[in-house]
């Protein structure tokens, strides 16, 4: 079965509502309608912008994709701070991130929480990508596939197979976020692979077979078509390049296979 490559633009904590609407027109104008056919498109911005995003989206009735990059387990009460499932299903977004390496180290999320946030986005109809990745310690020491493996495992737990179905999984290997190092193409597709191959045993070839895995961490035009020709990536999540409009239309032109708009 032939998986539609996924780009995913990760804004981080960048771009105020205003720059949003500028950089969704950008990548509007860029990106021929055609190329949604061969690539689905997605943007992460900050929960600050996504109301924004989303009145221009179905204002000009745009193709593009958008989601958030966190949300809290629960469904709404005293937790000062979070937003809901429920809040961002209202906004229409179709993905959110789970378990990004910065929540994971910066916030201190475990596993336990990332399968929570898993649940809560499943719940409320918002496919999660689900992020898994190891430090550069951990490579050096050979556990990389361990380390992912376990990951996954711990971020799916007590999912039924249909819901399985429905994530996306993204390895971002923490050593190369943001660092302008990215893994080669061997190097990802080895643990996109292996990642493929625990949801085999897990649950089955077809879910394994229909699940998006993607791969993060300094993907740019220069190096995402080396990376989805490997048979196991399926797209990319993209932070630094994603800000860039006239990088990221080039990036997800390239990963649906070209030619450049
Ligand atoms: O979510 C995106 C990743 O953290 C990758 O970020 P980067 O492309 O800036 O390395």
């Given at each position: 079965?032939?998986r539609?490559?996924?780009?995913?633009?990760?804004?981080?904590?960048?771009?105020?509502?205003?720059?949003?609407?500028?950089?969704?027109?950008?990548?509007?104008?860029?990106?021929?309608?055609?190329?949604?056919?061969?690539?689905?498109?997605?943007?992460?911005?900050?929960?600050?912008?996504?109301?924004?995003?989303?009145?221009?989206?179905?204002?000009?009735?745009?193709?593009?994709?958008?989601?958030?990059?966190?949300?809290?387990?629960?469904?709404?009460?005293?937790?000062?701070?979070?937003?809901?499932?429920?809040?961002?299903?209202?906004?229409g977004?179709?993905?959110?991130?789970?378990?990004?390496?910065?929540?994971?180290?910066?916030h201190?999320?475990?596993?336990?929480?990332?399968?929570?946030?898993?649940?809560?986005?499943?719940?409320?109809?918002?496919?999660p990508?689900?992020?898994?990745?190891?430090?550069?310690a951990?490579?050096?020491?050979?556990?990389?596939?361990?380390?992912?493996?376990?990951?996954?495992?711990?971020?799916?737990?007590?999912?039924?197979?249909?819901?399985?179905?429905?994530?996306?999984?993204?390895?971002?290997?923490?050593?190369?976020?943001?660092?302008?190092?990215?893994?080669?193409?061997?190097?990802?597709?080895?643990?996109?692979?292996?990642?493929?191959?625990?949801?085999?045993?897990?649950?089955?070839?077809?879910?394994?077979?229909?699940?998006?895995?993607?791969?993060?961490?300094?993907?740019?035009?220069?190096?995402?078509?080396?990376?989805?020709?490997?048979?196991?990536?399926?797209?990319?999540l993209v932070?630094?390049?994603?800000?860039?409009?006239?990088?990221?239309?080039?990036?997800?032109?390239?990963?649906?296979?070209?030619?450049?708009?």
């Open positions: 079965m032939a539609k490559p996924l780009v995913a633009g990760n804004w981080k904590m960048n771009l105020n509502h205003l720059e949003a609407i500028a950089l969704v027109q950008k990548i509007a104008f860029a990106l021929p309608e055609k190329y949604y056919a061969k690539v689905d498109v997605a943007v992460l911005p900050p929960f600050t912008d996504i109301r924004s995003v989303q009145t221009l989206v179905d204002a000009d009735k745009l193709s593009l994709a958008y989601g958030a990059q966190d949300l809290s387990p629960q469904d709404s009460g005293a937790f000062t701070g979070d937003i809901s499932g429920p809040m961002l299903a209202k906004l977004c179709s993905f959110v991130t789970v378990g990004h390496s910065e929540r994971r180290a910066i201190g999320e475990t596993d336990e929480l990332v399968n929570k946030k898993v649940k809560a986005a499943l719940k409320h109809g918002i496919t990508i689900l992020c898994v990745g190891e430090e550069l951990v490579r050096e020491a050979g556990e990389h596939l361990a380390h992912t493996r376990d990951q996954l495992i711990e971020g799916l737990k007590g999912l039924k197979t249909e819901q399985v179905q429905a994530v996306v999984i993204a390895y971002e290997p923490v050593w190369a976020i943001g660092t302008g190092k990215v893994a080669t193409a061997a190097d990802a597709e080895e643990v996109c692979k292996s990642l493929r191959g625990t949801l085999s045993e897990k649950y089955g070839d077809e879910v394994a077979t229909a699940v998006r895995v993607l791969y993060g961490g300094s993907v740019k035009s220069g190096n995402v078509s080396e990376l989805v020709a490997a048979d196991n990536i399926d797209g990319a932070g630094g390049a994603s800000l860039d409009g006239e990088e990221f239309t080039k990036l997800c032109a390239l990963a649906a296979g070209g030619p450049l708009p």
